[in-house]
């Protein structure tokens, strides 16, 4: 294939149209505030979008799946929460951030199982368990805030390695969250594009009778999806306290779930399954990071951040499904 | 010393400003023997029965629930009433509505913090013409016809954050303001009252007011926007709970103590921290433990004959001269 061939596969490619946003938006900004194009900006942005970019991978494999999770932003608060009370309780930093984690597995796991076993549809299923999984976080801290730290009990030592997976630099440079997102979407990518589980994911959300006759586990792989999505969602949630170092389960990741679908979809999954890259997801947090970032540095009123974002996700995807149909063609 | 300032800063302020809150029920005071109460509790009363206090609260889900809760039940115990704290999960106006009206025909009193004025105020003045006595606490429901209100006012509080924000700023400076909900009615309140009062000083910009939006990772990726966007801020007024501790976070993660001042509100364990390390200069107190109580006791009064008149709960202003007080608690 020739250069000519070459580029004009890249410029067919799905992640393309919204690459091509984003590059326009990134323009637009570094012409119309000073602030946007700083090393200390673009950082501030890539720590930002980390946890959203985390749980939209998850939500990446969920919605190829052909399913969708609705739980993702309690989860977050839940698993975060456990994890900061444990390190409260003076547990070692291993056990308690396996506690959290843990506590994202089985969410994951209770969401799969009703939505393929039980024969609840996702987006029923996982409401239910948005609220559930809210409800016991306020329950087990009694609606109070958990803050980490020594006054509240956390050991010296343990502390200081919490924060710093929160809020530490690498090579004093890049944030930890940031090095997390690009480590889970690397694993990501790997796994969709490379591995058996991968091709079965696509399969089964592209045509889950196919799949089925075709002798595939299609409840085993929805299920692992949801898993994937729980354990993403908890690393977010610990990420989280971890940086803060203080959650209350109130506020912490409400609403936090149509982010993670705005970005995955803006990043070209689609919610009838069958469809979607880790490229695109990444590309898609992107869009809405710059876009929020770029908002306030161009000090926009509140009201109106709320509206253009509204918007931007609308053309985003619009662009997408046009670019799509040319690209059939 | 700028502590000792501050306090004395207050000190006027509050004197200079001292407004009266629902000014003509607060100074004539209302009695039972003006009001039409329905027979079932006037029976109630005079046979000694213990009443039923309701104590609805516009999102018991957040940081000040437990302390608010704290106080009516300290209240029922001392005051030998049934009272009961309850509220939607979330600021639910809906959610406040059906549960006021499923309970209407049991309640011999009820103390309200509305989700939203408007919202409320029919079903407040529907369970008033039900011979049902209705008062307002936290946050004021004036288009109402509530008997009296017993809270902070919001505009004095905030008139005396801007004044602290004033005073720390030594007259000269350029100010962010932050905020949770910048469309919510106590936002509009608070912050009408810190512009008028940091209006007093010519040497004083407000250059922004970032809605920080309420999830914990939000409100703090905002406030480090905010401060790229305007590099030349000296000061941060936070206008609630949540971004007082999330702005001295940042300013103790940026080495910017000696250069960035701030004030807001709340004792969170997190801003007790923050004040306690130089990291916030003075944060206000609204002793929500003590609306709660008085939310019951107000009612008490009333039914047993008393005149009740509007009751302001005061401010508490800590400073890291005195925050040791509430470590002590």
Redesign the interface.
Same mark, same amino acid.
């Given at each position: 294939m020739g250069v000519g061939g070459y580029l004009r596969r890249m410029m067919l490619a799905r992640e393309t149209g919204i690459f091509l946003a984003l590059l326009l938006m990134c323009f637009v900004l570094s012409l119309t505030t000073d602030a946007f194009l700083t090393s200390q900006n673009l950082l501030n942005v890539g720590r930002q979008v980390s946890l959203l970019g985390i749980m939209a991978v998850g939500m990446t494999f969920v919605l190829i799946s052909g399913e969708v999770d609705l739980s993702v932003g309690s989860t977050y608060a839940l698993s975060g929460l456990t994890t900061g009370m444990l390190i409260v309780e003076q547990w070692a930093l291993v056990p308690a951030i396996t506690g959290g984690l843990a506590v994202g597995l089985a969410i994951g796991l209770v969401n799969g199982v009703l939505s393929t076993y039980g024969r609840i549809p996702s987006l029923i299923a996982t409401l239910g368990m948005l609220s559930v999984v809210r409800g016991l976080a306020l329950v087990i801290t009694d609606g109070q805030p958990v803050t980490v730290n020594e006054r509240q009990g956390a050991l010296e030592g343990v502390l200081a390695r919490f924060e710093f997976i929160g809020q530490g630099y690498l090579f004093g440079t890049i944030p930890m969250q940031l090095v997390f997102f690009i480590v889970v979407a690397l694993i990501a990518w790997l796994v969709l594009s490379n591995t058996n589980f991968g091709f079965r994911i696509f399969a089964v959300g592209g045509n889950a009778k196919a799949a089925r006759v075709s002798g595939m586990p299609v409840n085993a792989v929805k299920i692992c999806a949801f898993i994937v999505m729980g354990l993403l969602a908890a690393l977010a949630g610990i990420l989280s306290m971890a940086f803060l170092p203080s959650g209350q389960a109130g506020r912490t990741g409400l609403g936090l779930e149509l982010d993670v679908i705005a970005a995955t979809i803006v990043g070209g999954a689609s919610l009838s399954g069958g469809e979607g890259t880790i490229l695109g997801t990444i590309f898609g947090v992107l869009i809405i990071g710059v876009l929020r970032n770029g908002l306030v540095l161009l000090g926009i009123s509140p009201f109106f951040q709320e509206l253009m974002i509204g918007l931007v996700i609308i053309v985003a995807v619009a662009i997408d499904k046009w670019t799509a149909g040319r690209r059939a063609r | 010393m700028r502590s000792t300032k501050l306090l004395a800063t207050a000190a006027v302020t509050a004197l200079l400003f001292q407004l009266p809150i629902g000014a003509a029920q607060a100074q004539d005071g209302v009695n039972v023997a003006d009001f039409a109460l329905a027979d079932r509790i006037a029976e109630a009363v005079a046979s000694g029965d213990q009443l039923n206090i309701y104590v609805s609260y516009h999102?018991? #889900?957040?940081?000040f629930?437990?302390f608010i809760r704290r106080g009516v039940f300290r209240a029922s115990e001392e005051l030998a009433v049934n009272a009961v704290f309850m509220g939607p999960?979330?600021a639910d106006a809906d959610a406040q509505i059906s549960e006021i009206e499923t309970l209407m025909d049991t309640m011999d009193g009820l103390a309200i913090s509305s989700v939203s004025t408007d919202a409320l105020a029919p079903l407040i003045n529907r369970v008033i013409e039900a011979g049902i006595p209705v008062v307002t606490y936290n946050t004021d429901n004036p288009e109402s016809e509530r008997l009296v209100f017993a809270g902070q006012d919001l505009v004095q509080s905030g008139r005396e954050a801007g004044a602290l924000m004033g005073s720390v700023l030594d007259e000269n400076g350029v100010v962010i303001i932050t905020t949770l909900d910048?469309?919510a009615q106590w936002s509009i309140d608070r912050e009408t009252g810190a512009r008028e009062a940091l209006g007093a000083y010519p040497g004083i910009e407000i250059?922004?007011?970032?809605?920080t939006g309420?999830?914990?990772?939000e409100i703090?990726? #905002?406030i480090?926007?905010?401060m /790229?966007?305007?590099?030349s801020v000296t000061g941060i007024l936070s206008l609630e709970c949540?971004s007082t501790?999330?702005a001295g976070?940042w300013v103790d993660?940026n080495g910017a103590t000696d250069r960035v001042m701030v004030v807001g509100f709340d004792l /969170?364990?997190?801003t007790v921290?923050l004040v306690s390390e130089g990291a916030i200069q003075a944060t206000i107190d609204q002793a929500p433990e003590r609306q709660g109580f008085e939310a019951v006791n107000l009612l008490v009064q009333f039914l047993n004959g008393e005149t009740i008149a509007d009751l302001d709960t005061g401010v508490g202003i800590y400073t890291i001269e005195n925050i040791d007080e509430v470590?002590v608690e």
């Amino acid at each position: 294939m020739g250069v000519g061939g070459y580029l004009r596969r890249m410029m067919l490619a799905r992640e393309t149209g919204i690459f091509l946003a984003l590059l326009l938006m990134c323009f637009v900004l570094s012409l119309t505030t000073d602030a946007f194009l700083t090393s200390q900006n673009l950082l501030n942005v890539g720590r930002q979008v980390s946890l959203l970019g985390i749980m939209a991978v998850g939500m990446t494999f969920v919605l190829i799946s052909g399913e969708v999770d609705l739980s993702v932003g309690s989860t977050y608060a839940l698993s975060g929460l456990t994890t900061g009370m444990l390190i409260v309780e003076q547990w070692a930093l291993v056990p308690a951030i396996t506690g959290g984690l843990a506590v994202g597995l089985a969410i994951g796991l209770v969401n799969g199982v009703l939505s393929t076993y039980g024969r609840i549809p996702s987006l029923i299923a996982t409401l239910g368990m948005l609220s559930v999984v809210r409800g016991l976080a306020l329950v087990i801290t009694d609606g109070q805030p958990v803050t980490v730290n020594e006054r509240q009990g956390a050991l010296e030592g343990v502390l200081a390695r919490f924060e710093f997976i929160g809020q530490g630099y690498l090579f004093g440079t890049i944030p930890m969250q940031l090095v997390f997102f690009i480590v889970v979407a690397l694993i990501a990518w790997l796994v969709l594009s490379n591995t058996n589980f991968g091709f079965r994911i696509f399969a089964v959300g592209g045509n889950a009778k196919a799949a089925r006759v075709s002798g595939m586990p299609v409840n085993a792989v929805k299920i692992c999806a949801f898993i994937v999505m729980g354990l993403l969602a908890a690393l977010a949630g610990i990420l989280s306290m971890a940086f803060l170092p203080s959650g209350q389960a109130g506020r912490t990741g409400l609403g936090l779930e149509l982010d993670v679908i705005a970005a995955t979809i803006v990043g070209g999954a689609s919610l009838s399954g069958g469809e979607g890259t880790i490229l695109g997801t990444i590309f898609g947090v992107l869009i809405i990071g710059v876009l929020r970032n770029g908002l306030v540095l161009l000090g926009i009123s509140p009201f109106f951040q709320e509206l253009m974002i509204g918007l931007v996700i609308i053309v985003a995807v619009a662009i997408d499904k046009w670019t799509a149909g040319r690209r059939a063609r | 010393m700028r502590s000792t300032k501050l306090l004395a800063t207050a000190a006027v302020t509050a004197l200079l400003f001292q407004l009266p809150i629902g000014a003509a029920q607060a100074q004539d005071g209302v009695n039972v023997a003006d009001f039409a109460l329905a027979d079932r509790i006037a029976e109630a009363v005079a046979s000694g029965d213990q009443l039923n206090i309701y104590v609805s609260y516009h999102d018991v #889900s957040n940081e000040f629930a437990p302390f608010i809760r704290r106080g009516v039940f300290r209240a029922s115990e001392e005051l030998a009433v049934n009272a009961v704290f309850m509220g939607p999960v979330g600021a639910d106006a809906d959610a406040q509505i059906s549960e006021i009206e499923t309970l209407m025909d049991t309640m011999d009193g009820l103390a309200i913090s509305s989700v939203s004025t408007d919202a409320l105020a029919p079903l407040i003045n529907r369970v008033i013409e039900a011979g049902i006595p209705v008062v307002t606490y936290n946050t004021d429901n004036p288009e109402s016809e509530r008997l009296v209100f017993a809270g902070q006012d919001l505009v004095q509080s905030g008139r005396e954050a801007g004044a602290l924000m004033g005073s720390v700023l030594d007259e000269n400076g350029v100010v962010i303001i932050t905020t949770l909900d910048a469309a919510a009615q106590w936002s509009i309140d608070r912050e009408t009252g810190a512009r008028e009062a940091l209006g007093a000083y010519p040497g004083i910009e407000i250059v922004q007011t970032v809605n920080t939006g309420t999830d914990p990772q939000e409100i703090y990726a #905002s406030i480090e926007n905010a401060m /790229l966007a305007n590099p030349s801020v000296t000061g941060i007024l936070s206008l609630e709970c949540c971004s007082t501790p999330a702005a001295g976070e940042w300013v103790d993660r940026n080495g910017a103590t000696d250069r960035v001042m701030v004030v807001g509100f709340d004792l /969170l364990d997190q801003t007790v921290d923050l004040v306690s390390e130089g990291a916030i200069q003075a944060t206000i107190d609204q002793a929500p433990e003590r609306q709660g109580f008085e939310a019951v006791n107000l009612l008490v009064q009333f039914l047993n004959g008393e005149t009740i008149a509007d009751l302001d709960t005061g401010v508490g202003i800590y400073t890291i001269e005195n925050i040791d007080e509430v470590i002590v608690e």
